[in-house]
């Protein structure tokens, strides 16, 4: 089983659409995606998404199946740099999330006392328990970290869905904190996450990832990436964001 997931191309959030450039982007994924024998499409009910999925689906005369779980991971907290508004779980200052060594550890970064304020675990979990339902359905069963697998399967699974969301799945799939994910990679708009299933002994297998953020498809047409989910490379860099 394969697993693409797909963060949705140049966001305007204020019409929770794309910008003209991210239209761009989404035609060449849909040049990228179209080629592949696709099993089936799931898609976030958010618009930036779905948009981005529109130009796929309607190469390949398909319908993608809208889930619920796949919109914008957004449970928020206070961040103790920001006391007057609760924020998106993500993005702290790195000095501030690591400060505190269970956001290392897959099994300990819920635990932080603003984390668990803000119920951020109850909101992974039904994320993950959804998840794994769904793969459940195509014959892979969560079995504490690994899948058993009961309808071994070459199909391939396209989620067009959303940055911080996207790091939940991985961070389920691989057992690594969604804290190191969320801070220290970066999904560039229209990029693409692969896994595939090992079932090196039969019956037993896991998610293994080969790529992540992959842009080729920019690439490929000289289409620069967007700087959507980057901060500044250097401090002195005003024109592009500190927060």
């Known amino acids: ?6 963060r949705h191309g140049d966001p305007d959030y204020e019409i929770d659409s794309l910008t003209e450039k991210g239209w761009k982007e989404a035609e060449y994924l849909s040049e990228r995606l179209s080629r592949l024998n696709v099993k089936e ?27 619920d779980w796949l ?27 690591m400060a505190d060594e269970r956001f290392f550890h897959y099994d300990q970064w819920y635990l932080n006392e603003r984390l668990q304020e803000g119920h951020v ?3 992974y979990d039904q994320v993950t328990v959804q998840f794994d339902a769904l793969l459940k359905s195509h014959g892979y069963v969560r079995e504490g970290h ?13 989620f067009f869905c959303h940055f911080g969301l996207g790091c939940v799945l991985l961070s389920h799939l691989l057992s690594v904190s969604p804290m ?21 002994r039969k019956g037993i297998a896991l998610f293994r990832m080969s790529s992540y953020g992959d842009i080729s498809h920019l690439y490929a047409n000289e289409e620069p990436p967007a700087f959507a ?10 024109e592009e964001r500190h927060d």
Request: aromatic content about 12%; charged content about 30%.
């Open 146 to 158: 690994y899948y058993r697998v009961e309808k071994p399967n070459n199909d391939t699974f396209v």
């Open 180 to 200: 190191v994910l969320w801070h220290g990679a970066c999904a560039a708009p229209t990029s693409v996450i692969t896994l595939a299933t090992e079932e090196r």
């Open 121 to 123: 675990k109850e909101a």
């Open 71 to 97: 919109r914008e991971f957004d449970a928020r907290i206070y961040r103790p740099d920001i006391s007057d508004k609760k924020m998106i779980v993500w993005d702290w200052l790195p000095q501030d999330w």
């Open 41 to 67: 499409f799931y898609v976030s009910p958010l618009g930036r998404a779905k948009d981005t999925a529109s130009l796929t689906l309607k190469k390949m005369d398909r319908k993608a199946i809208e889930c």
């Open 229 to 238: 989910a980057r901060f500044c490379e250097t401090y002195d860099n005003s």
């Open 1 to 6: 089983m394969k697993l693409l997931i797909v």
